[in-house]
């Protein structure tokens, strides 16, 4: 069974720009969510999916991020215009949803994208 | 914030038990203490999880106090792979909620 798969791995931009994170949720998973690891501090959690809507997006640092699950399946994160603070590891995690499953919700985690803004 | 507190930093040898200590005082009934750890730079990785029963898996065990207020993250035999930091946190069963990492223990495996 393939696991969360994220892309790119690595992206490199100037500041001003626009770039957009994909990330592809183990196949079955209802739940996705986004966190991101800035230089130096923990890992913060940013939203969260239920197929195609958000849970919960108290993470989310600004309007600059925007998070979309179009038909439930993978997620892009697009952040725009991008700042020097968002450098940082941005990991996407996904779950099962433990009414239908009948398996815990444990989230398990992709590779992450390093970001970083120049 | 962490509902955790685990130690900045411990070393073990390669080959012999690595013992993780956390201290989650204010748990609830409700919440499960789930272990993680990062390799590197690489994702998080799922290691065990347990409500209030003992746990064991292929990677490791997980031995909760009676008075759940505290756990030890158990690797058997740990190697030179085991090298990460490891996250102790404690969120509520029965719903999706988001994890959250405090700064975890940074474990160095020794040769």
């Known amino acids: 069974e393939a696991g969360v798969t994220q892309f790119p791995s690595h992206s490199v931009i100037e500041k001003g720009q626009t770039v957009t994170l994909r990330c592809d949720p183990i196949s079955g998973h209802d739940n996705l969510y986004w966190y991101r690891r800035v230089m130096g501090k923990e890992i913060k959690f940013l939203l969260h999916?239920?197929?195609?809507?958000?849970?919960?997006e108290s993470g989310m640092p600004n309007n600059r991020f925007l998070a979309e699950r179009t038909g439930g399946t993978y997620s892009t994160l697009k952040v725009q215009p991008a700042e020097l603070e968002d450098s940082g590891v941005y990991f996407c995690a996904s779950s099962q949803d433990p009414r239908t499953s009948r398996s815990t919700d444990t989230q398990y985690f992709g590779p992450g994208t390093r970001l970083t803004v120049l | 914030d962490a509902k955790t507190t685990q130690p900045p930093s411990m070393d073990c040898a390669e080959g012999r038990a690595a013992n993780l200590p956390c201290n989650h005082s204010?748990?609830?009934?409700?919440?499960?203490v789930y272990w993680y750890r990062q390799i590197h730079s690489q994702g998080p990785q799922y290691i065990i999880h347990?409500?209030?029963n003992n746990e064991t898996n292929e990677m490791a065990s997980l031995i909760i106090t009676e008075d759940r207020k505290s756990s030890t993250l158990i690797l058997p035999h740990a190697t030179l792979r085991d090298t990460a930091v490891y996250y102790c946190?404690?969120?509520?069963?029965?719903?999706?909620?988001?994890?959250?990492f405090g700064s975890g223990t940074r474990l160095l495996v020794r040769p």
């Open positions: 347990g409500l209030k």
């Open positions: 204010t748990i609830s009934g409700n919440e499960y």
């Open positions: 999916f239920v197929k195609e809507s958000k849970q919960d």
């Open positions: 946190i404690v969120r509520p069963m029965d719903s999706s909620y988001k994890l959250i």
